[in-house]
């Protein structure tokens, strides 16, 4: 079964990884406010119910987890520094294995099933931990409001999505000037 906590106001559960001695699949689905959830980071800002589905299938000593993950984030787009959602929809495979079967600095993670081979530990499986990556894992690095985003002005400040920039002066850094002084000398 799973253990739910309520010791605070914040959602937190967990995978009992013995439940799968009497049964082949166990399946988890929850619908969990935004305000249940922790902080997903400083600057991710949960805007939405966070859904999920998460089927656990094998036996006590590896675990396979498949699940599936949707909600909505409030990003700042890195150009015009503008607030925009994200939708999150993300389907994963995960293998759980007892973290005392993790490797040590002799034996390397080597094979391609280790890429997405992660450790539990008390003979549980965090499962908002498990949920919390799975949304981190989708937030871009690099964050546009819109693919053609065009920043804003570096000399007025102006949103240049939003607002035609009246700034003419193209500046120059000053180690490139000497060469703009020489295209002028040679353009006359």
């Known amino acids: 079964m799973t253990e739910v906590t309520s010791e605070n106001r914040y959602y937190r559960e967990w995978f009992l990884v013995q439940t799968l001695e009497g049964q082949p699949q166990v399946e988890l689905r929850r619908r969990v406010p935004p305000e249940r959830f922790e902080m997903i980071a400083d600057d991710v800002c949960l805007v939405a119910p966070v859904r999920f589905r998460v089927r656990f299938s094998g036996v006590p000593q590896r675990v396979r987890v498949r699940g599936w993950v949707r909600t909505q984030v409030q990003l700042q787009c890195d150009r015009c520094l503008v ?61 546009l409001c819109r693919a053609d985003c065009r920043g804003i002005c570096p000399t007025c400040g102006a949103n240049r999505n939003v607002e035609t920039c009246v700034c003419t002066e193209e500046l120059i850094d000053p180690r490139w000037e000497p060469l703009a002084r020489l295209r002028r000398l040679l353009s006359r």
């Open 83 to 143: 607030h925009y959602d994200q939708t999150i929809d993300v389907r994963f495979d995960s293998i759980y294995l007892p973290l005392s079967e993790a490797p040590t600095d002799s034996r390397r993670l080597t094979q391609p099933e280790d890429a997405i081979t992660t450790f539990f530990e008390q003979e549980r499986i965090d499962v908002w931990v498990m949920i919390h990556e799975q949304i981190l894992l989708q937030v871009p690095f690099k964050r």
